[in-house]
């Protein structure tokens, strides 16, 4: 038997791999030391100071304005509003291309796998097409070539009064943002909830009563049914009006071109990707599943649904990662179309007061932390929906 304690030091892997990383810690640390010392002393050379308080400070205006913003903006605002604007716009193409994206994927990688010959060709049209076409180009395309070939502003088209679109935008109907809007949201939400359990316990009688009957489909369909009337009827709304006298849309929601173009290529771009994955993922399960299923008597929506899905899911979520984390920092691209995002904004303000290194530090920090987030929350259902071991 060994003695552990005649082990010469330099042959022992526990104090190897302790050594090893202390000794790239410290590696790491001292190159970091060196750079900043470097960047201290260029500032000194150059006259400058480091410091990010002329983002809060009231004297300085952004002097610039910016045309898509969540929040109340103008000019004469600090730049750490106008950098908080750019956030917010980061922000919402990154939550909207998500879920759009993972949409569009799973019924593009359905299709992948349909019966139907059109279908099946077509989807793998698409996904050919789009993920061998450079991102940029697919933006140029829907900017210049869809978007900004819509009517002019003077004769714009409509539908029903309800949607009017022109080369400024889309116009959507909104909903206002009173006491009563959101008493029907919360109650929307409740009955969704309430939804979401009895569709749970219809398929638990599924299974178990092993046929072909739907329990509870008139429940489902009497909810589906009430909360479609409340969101339409119970919430008031903001239409969208045409005045002629000023060529001007007034009211309701407006999707900039800029904003369209970039959640449109976003999606499509990303959701050919996404269906790829989905495909691979059910085709990873056994047919065994399969046969299995469809021998208690399961039709092939509550096959896919119930069984083959669920354990499809296991294996596209990491990959699923990768893709809204490329999503996520691909958005960097709206500075090529002018939609004003986080490093559009950054690189203004940088250009203006010379804060070259501050901003491209907030930009490097906004973009970990988003991705930090999406990376946490996809463990996270890694982690709920991977088999769990005795």
């Known amino acids: 038997m060994i003695d552990k304690k005649k082990i010469l030091l330099w042959r ?47 004297d300085r205006t952004a002097s610039f304005s910016i045309s898509d913003s969540l929040i109340p903006y103008n000019s004469t605002d600090s730049y750490g509003r106008a950098v908080l604007v750019g956030l917010l716009n980061s922000l919402r193409v990154m939550i909207s291309g998500i879920v759009l994206a993972f949409i569009v994927g799973i019924t593009v990688g359905l299709g992948r796998l349909s019966d139907n010959w059109l279908v099946r060709k077509m989807a793998s049209i698409y996904v050919e097409t789009v993920r061998n076409t450079p991102l ?15 009517p002019k502003i003077y004769e714009p088209g409509n539908f029903y009064n309800l949607i009017f679109f022109s080369n400024q935008g889309i116009y959507l109907p909104r ?20 939804a979401g359990l009895v569709w749970r316990k219809r398929n638990q009688m599924i299974v178990q009563l092993k046929k072909k009957e739907r329990p509870y489909q008139g429940l489902m369909l009497g909810i589906l049914i009430f909360v479609s009337l409340i969101f339409i009827f119970g919430i008031d709304w903001q239409l969208p009006q045409y005045n002629s006298d000023i060529n001007l849309i007034q009211g309701g929601l407006n999707l900039s071109p800029e904003f369209a173009t970039l959640l449109l290529g976003l999606t ?43 354990q499809a899911l296991r294996v596209m979520i990491p990959p699923l990662t990768s893709e809204f984390l490329n999503l996520a920092k691909n958005s960097s691209l709206a500075v090529a179309i002018g939609y004003n995002d986080i490093y559009a904004v950054a690189n203004t303000v940088s250009n203006q007061t010379g804060k070259a290194v501050e901003m491209l530090l907030i930009v490097m920090i906004t973009y970990l932390v988003f991705n930090l987030i999406i990376s946490t929350a996809m463990n996270q259902l890694n982690a709920i929906v991977r088999l769990k071991e005795r």
């Open 268 to 310: 499509i771009y990303t959701a050919a990707f996404i269906a790829e994955i989905v495909r691979a993922g059910i085709q990873s399960v056994s047919k065994g599943q399969w046969e299995a299923a469809k021998a208690l008597g399961l039709n092939p929506s509550l096959v896919m649904r119930l069984v083959i899905f669920p």
């Open 136 to 150: 940029l180009l697919q933006l140029f395309f829907w900017y210049f070539a869809v978007f900004l070939k819509f």
């Open 175 to 194: 909903p206002l943002g009173n006491l009563q809007t959101f008493l029907f949201l919360g109650f929307i939400i409740f009955n969704s909830f309430l």
């Open 12 to 58: 022992d892997s526990r104090f190897l791999k302790t050594f090893f990383q202390v000794f790239i810690v410290l590696v790491l640390g001292l190159v970091i030391l060196i750079l900043s010392n470097n960047l201290v002393n260029n500032f000194k050379r150059l006259g400058l100071n480091f410091g990010l308080f002329f983002l809060i400070d009231s």
